[in-house]
């Protein structure tokens, strides 16, 4: 089975920065994407920003130029730096990553979730 825990959230003012840490552990022959998604009390979980294997990054439009995604493949981990942070940026932030495991003599890929983290940006 494969771990997927986050961490680095808070409470910051607005225009401060935080950095979110996400690690996946477990039977990985390799993670495909790892992607960064939040979520508002009463809304949808939107895609924040997203990763591949070769580094190729996507971001969403209300986060491009503030937020880096990155990711350290030997260690399994991504990363979110987040800049110039919004009150609007408030919400849960979860990690999602896209991995290949090897069990029973077969190959499956399939995505798991953290439990997420709580950033708070206050006004």
């Known amino acids: 089975q494969v771990q997927v825990v986050e961490s680095g959230g808070g409470l910051v003012q607005a225009g401060g920065s935080l950095s979110l840490s996400c690690a996946a552990s477990?039977?990985?022959?390799?993670?495909?994407?790892m992607r960064w998604y939040r979520q508002a009390p009463g809304a949808q979980r939107d895609l924040v920003a997203a990763?591949?294997?070769?580094?190729?990054?996507t971001y969403a439009d209300s986060v491009k130029g503030r937020f880096t995604i990155s990711r350290d493949n030997a260690k399994n981990q991504v990363y979110l730096q987040m800049n110039s942070l919004k009150p609007e940026d408030t919400a849960f932030y979860y990690c999602?990553?896209?991995?290949?495991?090897?069990?029973?003599?077969?190959?499956?890929?399939?995505?798991?979730w953290g439990q997420g983290t709580q950033v708070t940006v206050s006004s």
């Open positions: 999602n990553a896209d991995v290949t495991t090897f069990s029973s003599s077969k190959y499956t890929r399939r995505t798991y």
């Open positions: 477990g039977s990985i022959v390799t993670i495909n994407i």
């Open positions: 990763i591949t294997q070769g580094g190729d990054t």
